[in-house]
Structure formats: structure tokens, C-alpha cells
């Protein structure tokens, strides 16, 4: 299907799309007015496109107009030449060798063809080639923009854009991608990727004005003393003349003169100088590790441009010219010539436009960035991170997201290294959030993968105080730019299969290693695909992949940026999981086949202590044992029976202790003899191995609600969350 067609006196341009219709189409959903929402670049020719509406071929004007180009879309490019010099080869001018593979030229048919997917890659392009036509080299450029299909492209892919820069400045940069944004420069540090793009836009200038400059160097009268015989000096002054006299029998002395000459060496030619000599060791430096970085990825074109501007510069820095100049130590002073002198402005324009930083504006520098993919999990964990602030009320007890480096010529997360914030509420619950976290087959933070490395995009981490100590319960998230309809257009707007499987294995692979048991816990509580889905809310909730959600903790949430309504499902989703207490969340947990989750709120047996020296035993020992009288309670051993409470007689309960192991044993052997706690009693006791011991609350005694005789059973919540001055507790006595 032709999309796109350009009339000109050398050559007829055509662009066809199979999947144009279907782009459009789901483009229009997401972007008001998309029919004027972009312009095309171009000098010579007329320009017409197709409009899907009509179906008709329409002229393109001066006005804004609508979009051809779009997405994850195969475009087919046809330069169908009416007239071409013979022996020669017209040449797309790329520096992609993705690209230039892609096209060949036909001589038979006199037709430069070849394709071009934008993947990801959303923003401004260009394609341009050359040709030779009666014994002269032409070019033509074309200009255009590639639009996405599931974010608004001037609104939601801004917007995302800003608020990664926001925390991450420069992070949205990339090199060697077939689409660039334009910036603007503000004031701030440069570095060598933002310094080689802004070079590639302005060198023509530079170059242009280097040659202008040594062509026309700027010349001040500048005054010099100079020392010279009598009959070498050209113009005597009085002084001069009554030495001379008193000197006359010396006829070999020297005179001092103070003579006016023009000079190069002036403020503005330093500054030249310095100026062109730093440019170039940069540009030889960045362009020697492009190619060694790149050298599979540039085109031969392109290396053929690099090289032609190498050649420029090296014989700019090797002009005698600059060898009559001195070192720049700065302007003492305002230059009107390096203002608006011709060359020496351009010159200085540049030089601060080289050492400055950039801002995300509709500036004039193009600057190529990360694909929509990358920069859409990025924005994820900046929403997600958002989003509990939001719940919670607080800012971040620790930031500490990972450092930005350069590698390989890009900016990206130091390889390996997490991002974590954490927040810590008023009640003791910790939340943490992680960007990159990998799980590893070695053991880490007690957790690991047994079979391979799980790296998910996002993982929260819910630290709960209510129950058992520092419990955690961990939840994953994947941020995915993707659509089932992207490969089928009969599909809804809902995350592909595949993304939701991924969560399944990672919840599989996933464990918490307890050296204190033979079998590994399960730790993953859920994992949820995040993905730039539409549709009204209870459209979204009667999908599986939302319903799952409440079934199985396996699901989708829809995020956008801007979308504010739909934003509202994975904020109750957040909601509900840091509002709910540990007992609740474990209750409607799913477990797989034989691997449990642990019982965070199991039964505690409530002992009487009534001797004051077993009192005095366990305000002050370690490593405790606890023994029954001749009656032992009668559910012990019950599988959720995990804590002991000792009951001071006259005072209640204080603290309660860990339950390691228990045996029955006779009394005489419980304590060596030479224990104040010994007994020769013969009869068989139930012992308890004491572990660590937790305070109640506020380190004050609490009394059990209706007495105590010798045994009681709680549940460890009721000891946690005591209201008033009586621990209740609900079971039975023994």
C-alpha cells in the first residue's frame, strides 16, 4: 500500500506500508487530532501521503498534516530515477550500516530500493541520499517523524520523557539510533556523548568559520620597544636625539624605541587557537573510539565522513598562522570582535554551545535517545516509586539509586547494580522499592533462583511489624512495551501471553532459603505485567489478565502516562497491599503443591512461672529451658504451636520467646546438679528450647483476660496488638 509519494524533476520517491491502515488507526485512539499532528521536510518537489479515511493520495501543504510513519512498522523505500549519470551508483547517505544494507540500487531499472523498520525508536528521522546527474553530485534530504501506536505521541511520550530527566539527567540519551529529538542548551556540564552529537549538527559552521578566520585573521597596532643603533632609527624624538649627542663617541650603543606594529597574537586569535586545537584532539579522540566501539554498526559512508573531517581539522591545526600565537589565559575583557566578528563569532557561538548541557526543549540540537522500550520500564519505577509516596504520605528514609555511567558511548545503570528506595512507617513497616534486582542462583538477602538468574523489571518488598518480626513479602513487576494486538490486529489492547507466563516463572524460580528447614519458602507473594494499555476501567476489569489479579496474584495492570484514570486500578492494587496486616495477605495466598508459606500469626502457649527463683531464671538467663509441671499442655506439638510466654504469677506477661525444639525428658535431668533450678524428681516433663526473646509492648507486664490456672493459648497477633492493660486471649485454658 503506497503511503507516501514525492514528485520530483529527478526522481519519483514512493513509500509503502502494509500495516499503514492498522497504525493509523490505533494511533488515532490514543492522540487527539492526529490528522494535523506532524510536517514533512523538504526542498524540492511535491509530497503527497495517503489518507486512510479517504483513501486518497492528498497533497501535503505548509499546514500541519497527518502521520505516515509509525512504530514497529515495515516501510518500503522506492527512488525511482528518471535520469542518472551511467556508471554511477546514487547512495543512501546513513551512518547506520543497518540501514545502508538494507538498500541496494538496480541500474537495470535505474531504481535505488531498500527497507527500514523504526522498532521502537519514535521521534524525528531523516533519509537522505546522492546522485550524479550531468556531471554534478546532488543530495536530497527528506524529514519526517515516527510515531507510536500506544502513547500519545506530544503528550504521554513527553511527559515520560521530563520525568526521567527529572531524576535521572542525560539517562534518556543514545547513540546510533535511527530516530533523535531536538534540545535546547542551558547552562551545565557537557560530556563526550552530548559533545559529539551537538559537534555532528554544527561542524559545517565550524569548519566554514576556521577557514574564514585563517583566511582574514584579525590584526591589532599593538606597542613594542625595541632597542636599535642611531643610524637604524627612522624617526627621532628629542630625547632621543640629546642621548645620541652624549653618547656620540659610542657608536655601537643602543637606543630604546617604542615602535606601534599590527599583530596576530591578539586576545581573540589565542581563543581561536585554543579553541580549534581542543575541538580536534576531542573529535580524534571520540571518533578513534567510535570506530573501535561501533565498527560493525557505522557505514561505510559514514566512516568516509568522519575521516574527511579529520583531514579538515589536521590541516587547520598545521597552519603557520597559529604558530604566531601565544597560550589563552581567558578575556580580560569583553570583545566586541568575538561578539560579532565574522568567523571568531561562530567560533565562540559554538564553543559554549560544545560545553553546555541540554534540556528536553524544541531546541535546534538533535540529540538521538533510547528507545520508547527502555525508556517506558525506566518510567515505571518512577510511577510505581510516585504512587506509594502518594499512599503513605512520606518521602524516602533512603535513596539510593544507581549511578549513571557511560559505557560503550551511551548512558546506562552501572551493570548489576539496583536501585533502592525505602520508606519506613510510623508502626514499624518498612517498604522497599527496587529497580533491576536480580535474583541470583547464589544465595542473596536469603532469597535465590534455583535454576537460572531472574532479573524482574520493579520488585517491592513489604517489611510488616504486625506479626512475626521483619516478615517479607515480596512482590515483581514487569514493565512491558508491548500488545497482543501488535502482532494481531483482531487481539485486544491487552499485555501478549508470553509476558504474563514470565510472571508464573518467576514466582516457580523464586525461593527464600531457611537453612532451619529442608524445604526452600516461598517468598513471592504476586507478579503483575505493567503495560500502556486503553479502555475504560470496568472494560479492563472483566479482562482475565485483570481478574487473575484476585484468583491467583498473577496479572496486568494498565499505566500510561497521563492516565489518570486507569491509574487508579494499580494504586488500589498498592492501596491494598500496604494497608493489609500479614495474616490477611498469607490467608489469600494460593501456595503451590507442597511449598507453603509460613503461618506469620501461629499459636503461643502461655505458661505459669509461680517460684520466684524461675522468675529471677528468666529475667536474666540465656539460652533458656523452659520444663512443665507433671501436667503437660495437651496440644503441644500442634504444628503452628512456634512461641512461648512465660506468665509471672501476680504480674502477667512481658515478653515471649521463639520455640527451637522441644523434648520430654525426666526432671532430675533437665539441670546438672550443681543448677539452683536442679530437682531429683524422677517424674517425665515436657522441655521447651527457648530462642530469642521479644517484648510485648511498652516493656510492661500484661495480664491474661479471665486468669490463668496453668496453660492458655494466644495467637501471636493478640500479644502484638494489645489495646488496654489485659491480654486476650481467646483459647481454652488447661
Not at 513509500?15 to 524540492?44: D, G, M, P, W
Not at 575541538?279 to 561505510?300: A, E, G, P, Q
Not at 527502555?374 to 535513596?399: A, D, H, N, R
Not at 510472571?503 to 537453612?515: C, E, G, Q, S, T
Request: net charge positive; aromatic share 14%.
Amino acid at each position: 500500500m503506497q503511503v507516501l509519494k514525492i514528485e520530483h524533476t529527478d526522481f519519483d520517491f514512493t513509500v509503502n506500508c502494509l500495516t499503514f491502515v492498522k497504525a493509523f488507526a490505533k494511533a488515532k485512539t490514543r492522540q487527539n487530532n492526529i490528522e494535523n499532528s506532524t510536517s514533512y521536510v523538504f526542498k524540492y518537489g511535491s509530497v503527497k501521503v495517503l489518507n486512510p479515511i479517504s483513501g486518497n493520495m492528498e497533497e501535503v501543504s505548509s499546514t500541519p498534516t497527518l502521520p505516515v510513519f509509525f512504530e514497529n512498522a515495515d516501510y518500503f523505500f522506492d527512488i525511482d530515477f528518471k535520469e542518472i549519470d551511467n556508471n554511477t551508483s546514487p547512495r543512501i547517505l546513513t551512518k547506520l550500516k543497518e540501514i545502508d544494507d538494507k538498500f541496494s540500487y538496480r541500474p537495470k531499472h535505474k531504481l535505488l530500493a531498500g527497507t527500514i523498520n523504526f522498532g521502537n525508536n519514535i521521534g524525528k528521522s531523516e533519509l537522505e541520499f546522492e546522485y550524479a546527474l550531468n556531471n554534478t553530485v546532488k543530495s536530497f534530504k527528506f524529514g519526517f517523524e515516527v510515531f507510536p501506536t500506544k502513547l500519545d505521541y506530544r503528550n504521554d511520550y513527553l511527559r515520560m520523557v521530563k520525568d526521567i530527566e527529572e531524576v535521572y539527567p542525560n539517562l534518556i540519551l543514545d547513540f546510533l539510533k535511527k530516530t533523535h529529538s531536538n534540545y535546547s542548551t542551558k547552562k551545565g556540564s557537557s560530556n563526550d556523548l552530548i559533545w559529539w552529537q551537538i559537534f555532528g549538527g554544527l561542524y559545517e559552521d565550524f569548519i566554514r568559520a576556521t577557514a574564514f578566520v585563517l583566511h582574514k585573521p584579525h590584526s591589532r597596532l599593538v606597542k613594542r620597544i625595541k632597542f636599535y643603533k642611531a643610524d637604524k632609527i627612522k624617526k627621532l624624538v628629542a630625547k632621543q636625539e640629546e642621548e645620541i649627542i652624549e653618547n656620540r663617541h659610542f657608536p655601537n650603543k643602543l637606543y630604546r624605541s617604542e615602535i606601534k606594529e599590527l599583530s596576530v597574537d591578539t586576545t581573540e586569535n589565542r581563543f581561536f587557537k585554543h579553541a580549534l586545537n581542543h575541538t580536534t584532539r576531542k573529535y580524534l579522540r571520540l571518533k578513534s573510539y567510535i570506530l573501535y566501539r561501533y565498527s560493525n554498526k557505522v557505514s561505510i559512508e559514514f566512516r568516509k565522513k568522519l575521516n574527511s573531517i579529520e583531514a579538515q581539522l589536521k590541516i587547520y591545526n598545521s597552519n603557520p598562522f597559529l604558530k604566531r600565537i601565544n597560550s589563552f589565559h581567558g578575556f580580560k575583557q569583553e570583545s566586541l570582535l568575538i561578539q560579532k566578528g565574522t568567523g571568531y563569532s561562530t567560533i565562540y557561538k559554538n564553543w559554549i554551545l560544545l560545553n553546555s548541557g541540554l534540556s528536553f526543549l524544541e531546541g535546534i540540537q538533535k540529540l538521538e535517545q533510547k528507545n520508547i522500550a527502555e525508556l517506558y520500564e525506566i518510567w515505571c519505577f518512577l510511577e510505581v516509586k510516585g504512587i506509594i509516596e502518594q499512599i503513605i504520605g512520606k518521602e524516602p528514609t533512603e535513596i539510593d539509586l544507581a549511578q549513571i555511567e557511560i559505557d560503550d558511548f551511551v548512558f546506562k545503570f552501572d551493570r548489576g547494580v539496583k536501585s533502592r528506595v525505602l520508606y519506613k512507617k510510623e508502626n514499624g513497616d518498612e517498604i522497599e522499592i527496587f529497580h533491576d534486582y536480580q535474583f541470583e542462583k547464589s544465595e542473596k538477602d536469603g532469597l535465590k533462583s534455583y535454576t537460572v538468574n531472574q532479573r524482574p523489571d520493579i520488585v517491592v518488598k513489604l517489611t510488616k511489624n504486625d506479626l512475626k518480626e521483619k516478615y517479607k513479602f515480596t512482590y515483581l513487576y514487569d514493565a512491558k512495551y508491548r500488545l497482543l494486538s501488535d502482532d494481531n490486529e483482531l487481539e485486544a489492547d491487552i499485555p501478549p501471553d508470553d509476558a504474563i507466563n514470565q510472571m508464573h516463572r518467576y514466582r516457580d524460580a523464586i525461593y527464600y532459603n531457611n537453612k532451619q528447614k529442608n524445604k526452600p519458602e516461598k517468598e513471592i507473594i504476586g507478579g503483575y505485567i505493567l503495560f500502556p494499555g486503553s479502555g475504560d476501567i470496568e472494560q479492563i476489569k472483566s479482562h482475565d489478565f485483570y481478574k487473575s489479579i484476585n484468583k491467583v496474584n498473577i496479572g496486568a495492570f494498565p499505566l500510561k502516562p497521563n492516565d489518570y484514570i486507569n491509574k487508579i486500578l494499580l494504586k488500589e492494587h498498592f492501596r491494598e497491599i500496604l494497608e493489609l496486616n500479614s495474616e490477611n495477605i498469607l490467608q489469600e495466598i494460593i501456595p503451590q503443591k507442597e511449598l507453603n508459606y509460613e503461618n506469620v500469626n501461629p499459636e503461643v502457649l502461655i505458661g505459669i512461672v509461680r517460684k520466684q527463683n524461675h522468675i529471677s531464671y528468666f529475667e536474666s538467663g540465656t539460652e533458656l529451658l523452659y520444663h512443665t509441671g507433671a501436667k503437660k499442655p495437651s496440644r503441644f506439638g500442634y504444628k503452628d504451636l512456634k512461641f512461648f510466654s512465660p506468665y509471672i504469677k501476680g504480674k502477667g506477661c512481658k515478653y515471649y520467646y521463639e520455640i527451637k525444639d522441644y523434648s520430654i525428658i525426666h526432671r532430675n535431668e533437665i539441670f546438672d546438679k550443681s543448677h539452683e533450678l536442679y530437682s531429683s524428681d524422677i517424674s517425665e516433663r515436657l522441655v521447651l528450647h527457648l530462642g530469642n526473646r521479644h517484648i510485648i509492648n511498652n516493656n510492661k507486664y500484661y495480664k491474661v483476660k479471665d486468669g490463668i490456672a496453668v496453660y492458655r493459648y494466644s495467637k501471636l497477633n493478640y500479644l502484638k496488638n494489645i489495646e488496654g492493660d489485659l491480654l486476650f486471649a481467646p483459647t481454652k485454658h488447661e
